[in-house]
C-alpha cells in the first residue's frame, strides 16, 4: 500500500529478509527517528562521514537531526532503512533527495558501515532515483569526493554519468523517467526496471 505522502510509493518502499533472517525494511524516515538517526550519524567510522558529509562533522546537532528526520514533502524525501522489529529496531541507513531547481533533485546517502555490501545501497538509491521520477523529475545529480570509488562504482552501475573530478569531487547526474510520462501505475515496474537496468 502508499504511504499516504507518496502516491505510487508501494513501487520503491520494501521490506526483505537478510540471509540470516533479520527483517530490513526502507521507508519514509519520521520524526520519531531523530534519535536513532543521531546514533547512526555518530557511529559512523570518519571515512564514511567524511564521503557522505564532504567534511569532518563529528557529531550532529539537535537541530541538524530535526531537519533531516522532517523533510519538507514539497521538495524532499527521505528514507531510512531500518533493521529488526518494526519501529524498534536499528536504523543502518538514511537516503535522501532535494529538489534543487524545478527538475532536478540532488541525492545523498549513508549505510552504517557494519551493513555496508550488503545491498542496502544499491536499494535505496534505486528507491531515491523511482520516488523522484514519480514526482516528475527530471534529472537526479550527486557530488561525490573523487576517491570515493564505492560510490562511483554503484552510480556507475545504476546509470550515472561521471563528470571529471573538480577540486576533489566529482559531480554524477542521470536522466529519469517520469512516471507520469511512462504511463499509469501498471506500467510503472516495468519502467522502474528499464530506469535502473536491474530488475527489483
Ligand atoms: C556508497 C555506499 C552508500 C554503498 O552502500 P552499500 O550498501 O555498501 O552498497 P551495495 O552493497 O548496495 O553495493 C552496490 C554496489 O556498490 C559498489 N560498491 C559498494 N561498496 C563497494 C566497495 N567497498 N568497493 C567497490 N565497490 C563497492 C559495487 O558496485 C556494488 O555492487 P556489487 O556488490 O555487485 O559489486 C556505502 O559504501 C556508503 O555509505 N559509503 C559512505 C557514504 C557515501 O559515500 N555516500 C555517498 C555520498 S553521495
Not at 14 to 34: C, H, K, M, S
Not at 111 to 126: E, K, P, T
Given at each position: ?36 538517526l ?27 537531526i530535526?531537519r533531516m528526520v ?131
Open positions: 500500500m502508499d504511504d499516504a505522502r507518496w502516491p505510487g510509493s508501494r513501487h520503491w518502499l520494501q521490506t526483505w529478509t537478510a540471509l540470516d533472517g533479520t527483517r530490513i525494511a526502507l521507508r519514509p524516515v519520521r520524526p520519531q527517528d531523530a534519535s536513532d543521531g546514533t547512526l550519524i555518530s557511529a559512523l567510522a570518519p571515512q564514511t562521514r567524511r564521503r557522505r558529509f564532504h567534511g569532518a562533522i563529528n557529531g550532529a546537532s539537535a537541530a541538524w530535526g522532517d523533510p519538507d514533502p514539497h521538495r524532499e524525501l527521505a528514507l531510512v532503512v531500518e533493521v529488526g522489529m518494526p519501529g524498534a529496531g536499528q536504523l543502518v541507513a538514511e537516503a535522501r533527495w532535494a529538489r534543487c531547481d524545478t527538475d532536478e533533485a540532488e541525492f545523498a546517502l549513508v549505510v552504517d558501515d557494519a551493513w555496508q555490501r550488503q545491498g542496502i545501497g544499491r536499494r535505496a538509491l534505486i528507491a531515491l532515483l523511482a520516488s523522484a521520477g514519480e514526482r516528475g523529475l527530471r534529472w537526479m545529480r550527486g557530488d561525490v569526493l573523487a576517491d570515493n570509488l564505492p560510490m562511483l562504482s554503484l552510480a556507475h552501475r545504476l546509470g550515472f554519468d561521471l563528470g571529471h573530478a573538480d577540486d576533489g569531487c566529482t559531480r554524477i547526474g542521470r536522466r529519469l523517467r517520469s512516471a507520469r510520462s511512462a504511463g499509469g501505475v501498471a506500467t510503472r515496474r516495468t519502467w522502474l526496471e528499464r530506469l535502473t537496468g536491474l530488475a527489483m
